[in-house]
T-cell receptor
């Protein structure tokens, strides 16, 4: 069974640009969550989607948004990029909306210049 | 603010010893508890999940949960150099049908030959 796939693996952007990251969950998994990981803040929850609906949202500004498609694939968008957005962005999937372990993709490392 | 606390370490143990990793959490209604291992530059990998008080064993790993004291621990028996990694504790509570995970910042484990 294929794992969680994230693309691209690496991205370099400049301040003010926007970026879209993609995540394909494990087959059969309908819940997709996004996280930001930085050395200073650790793993921070961004949002979770289940059946194309955002179920939970972390404490991030509105520049961070996402969506989920009918095939459970998910995208995350960050607009008006800031230097502080440099981080590893991780996607995790699980079969249902909660109370189960998550399985992480390899992440997208985003660097803002 | 729901918090999950872990000693950042590093925790250094000799090969073959037992490594003990601890995690405390503040949300009393937490229901699900997970341990992830993260190698440097890689994404988190699920090691154990535990949902009820007591011990749960899986190979060299044992998770221990004490909800009354609000702590969860991970024991690694016969530690190997390949166990050297950062170990993340994750805690979930159900609120209004949604499960929002909170991660600790992780404990760095070094197993030296």
């Amino acid at each position: 069974k294929a794992g969680v796939t994230q693309t691209p693996r690496y991205l370099i952007k400049t301040r003010g640009q926007q970026v879209t990251l993609s995540c394909s969950p494990i087959s059969g998994h309908r819940s997709v969550s996004w996280y930001q990981q930085t050395p200073g803040q650790g793993l921070q929850f961004l949002f979770e989607y289940f059946s194309e609906t955002q179920r939970n949202k972390g404490n991030f500004p509105g520049r961070f948004s996402g969506r989920q498609f009918s095939n459970s694939r998910s995208e995350m968008n960050v607009s008006t990029l800031e230097l502080g957005d440099s981080a590893l962005y991780l996607c995790a999937s699980r079969a249902g909306p909660g109370n189960q372990p998550q399985h992480f993709g390899d992440g997208t490392r985003l660097s803002i210049l | 603010q729901k918090e999950v606390e872990q000693n950042s370490g590093p925790l250094s143990v000799p090969e073959g010893a037992i490594a003990s990793l601890n995690c405390t959490y503040s949300d009393r209604v937490s229901q699900s508890f997970f341990w992830y291992r993260q190698y440097s530059g890689k994404s988190p990998e699920l090691i154990m999940s535990i949902y009820s008080n007591g011990d749960k064993e899986d190979g060299r790993f044992t998770a221990q949960l004490n909800k009354a004291s609000q702590y969860v621990s991970l024991l690694i028996r016969d530690s190997q150099p390949s166990d050297s990694a950062t170990y993340l504790c994750a805690v979930e509570a159900e609120r209004g049908g949604s499960y929002i995970p909170t991660f600790g910042r992780g404990t760095s484990l070094i197993v030296h030959p």
